[in-house]
């Protein structure tokens, strides 16, 4: 957030009397009048605060972590209905929780939702948006939930995730749409549409959310918040799994800080991790404070697909290119040196023998084989598909992965970052990605709609998407920036740039009803 709306750096009786209007002007309809109790915090003034204002509200004893966290829960019923984006409901754990005591961590009270994929927290259910996994209950909790727990943040729920996060949208049988704030035909986005939705909406200030094609950056552009994906092996997967050809988790937040204390607090190796990222010379934090050096910027306006990119994109990196030029950056156009068919082939190989794992896991837990009827018509197609592959398919395909992220690096010897739009279209209707429908139909969305944004899950580099364009007609768009492999905080130094040159914080959707 930006200086002169910060809320750490106001008491809240400051805030409230300098920014109340705003608040209530920005609110949404359905959430106006909800309010932890008479002497908490409102919805308006709730929507005015990032996790770490709401932190120090609770650590000055200006609010309990116990009435943000009702007040979380009441915008959560109050717009669930509407939004679908929590699907498990942990009301009574978080607030045993709290009773417990908190750690004094950077977070401390605030409230917080998992991604219904992946994430396990000891004794609750992680569905993976899929009827094959539905009510499976852990038994462990993962390493970066001990994280969250150990920042202070309070989990109260699991957030909409479509089956395996295997499509750019949030949609699945099992649970149903869920839609975007900003426009409820359209969709929020995937794989962590869920988490988008419920931060845009102004349920919770930040979220958790994976990326293993996009799941963070695609969201994080089509609800108006930012994401960053951070570098392979920067937070833990583990403990059961303990390095991910793709996947990576961190967040979707509405301030820049948040993404990078939480990044702070959650990073690091755990035992057994041999694929790390390398330490950074400082905080994630400090560096969101601090100006950029002069960057070399390489702007990329054709995707790895080579499909086309909606005008609206178009003009969301070229104003953005313009703006990073008016900061004293460089902005150079280049190329990508990349063959798309060798690269998807590549990349199809590993997905697909994810996918193959995911189900047979389920299989053995199950005691029993799965049938058509227990997956989402695409993923059955990518199972069925995937199991004729050969140990050599994975193998030629880790190579070619490998081969692709040297031709980047290579390129990055030249570029600090480059930029490119996050998504090559805006926002489109829910059912365009549905994993409910034949595989020709879905393939042509879907590839055009993650265009630019699997090139990094290959390659390991962090990127970030920032929302700093939006349609006429007021959809969100995205523009991505990647950095080279382990330079996180440079990304984090443009990107409070950025947000302080051209604010998002206090732009919410006008009405979700």
């Known amino acids: 957030m930006s200086s002169n709306n910060d809320p750490n750096h106001l008491s809240r009786r400051e805030v409230l009397r300098n920014g109340a209007s705003l608040a209530a002007a ?7 009048n909800v309010s932890a109790d008479s002497s908490g915090l409102s919805a308006a003034e709730y929507r005015q605060y990032d996790g770490l204002g709401l932190a120090s509200l609770v650590r000055k004893g200006e609010v309990s972590a116990l009435e943000l966290l009702e007040l979380a829960i009441a915008q959560t019923e109050a ?13 009574d754990h978080a607030r045993q929780h709290i009773a417990a005591g908190l750690p004094e961590g950077p977070f401390a009270g605030v409230p917080f939702v998992l991604k219904d994929l992946g994430m396990m927290l000891e004794g609750t259910v992680t569905n993976n948006g899929s009827r094959f996994y539905a009510g499976a209950k852990a038994s462990y909790t993962s390493t970066l939930v001990q994280r969250y727990q150990q920042a202070g943040l309070v989990i109260f729920g699991k957030s909409a995730s479509p089956e395996f996060g295997a499509t750019p949208t949030t949609e699945s049988i099992l649970f149903g749409d869920t839609p975007n704030p900003w426009r409820l035909s359209y969709t929020p986005g995937g794989s962590s549409g869920g988490s988008a939705a419920a931060v845009a909406a102004g349920i919770l200030p930040l979220a958790n959310a994976t990326d293993g094609g996009g799941s963070i950056r695609i969201p994080a552009s089509c609800c108006g918040l930012f994401g960053m994906k951070p570098s392979r092996g920067r937070t833990p997967q583990g403990p059961m799994v303990l390095d991910s050809d793709f996947s990576v988790a961190h967040a979707v937040t509405r301030s820049v800080r948040d993404c990078a204390a939480l990044l702070d607090a959650t990073s690091g190796p755990e035992p057994g991790q041999t694929v790390i990222a390398p330490a950074s010379q400082s905080s994630f934090l400090s560096a969101s404070q601090t100006p950029p050096p002069k960057l070399r910027i390489g702007l990329i306006t054709v995707p790895v697909t080579h499909s086309p990119v909606d005008p609206e994109c178009r003009k969301a990196t070229a104003n953005t290119a313009r703006l990073c030029e008016s900061l004293g950056h460089s902005v150079e156009e280049i190329s990508l040196p990349v063959d798309p068919q060798e690269f ?24 029993r084989s799965v049938t058509e009827n227990d997956l989402e018509p695409i993923n059955w197609f990518m199972y069925q598909r995937g199991r004729n592959n050969l140990a050599v398919d994975l193998h030629r395909g880790r190579m070619t992965v490998a081969r692709v992220a040297r031709s980047i690096a290579l390129l990055q010897q030249d570029y600090d970052v480059l930029l490119s739009p996050t998504m090559a279209t805006p926002p489109v209707k829910l059912g365009k990605l549905s994993l409910n429908q034949p595989y020709p139909d879905y393939e042509r969305e879907a590839i055009s709609f993650s265009a630019f944004t699997s090139l990094y899950n290959a390659t390991g580099q962090p990127a970030m998407s920032l929302p700093l364009h939006w349609t006429p007609d007021g959809l969100p768009v995205g523009v991505m920036f990647a950095g080279r492999y382990g330079e996180e905080a440079l990304l984090y130094q443009l990107a409070g740039q950025l947000e302080q040159a051209q604010p998002w914080f206090n732009r919410l959707p006008p009405s979700i009803v």
Do not use: D, W
């Open 344 to 367: 998807f082939e590549g990349y199809g190989a590993i997905s697909a023998a994810g996918t193959v794992n995911r189900v047979q896991q389920r299989e053995r837990e199950l005691g």
């Open 26 to 32: 920005a609110a949404l309809p359905l959430s106006l």
């Open 79 to 91: 717009l669930n209905p509407t939004l679908n984006c929590v699907v498990e409901k942990l009301y």
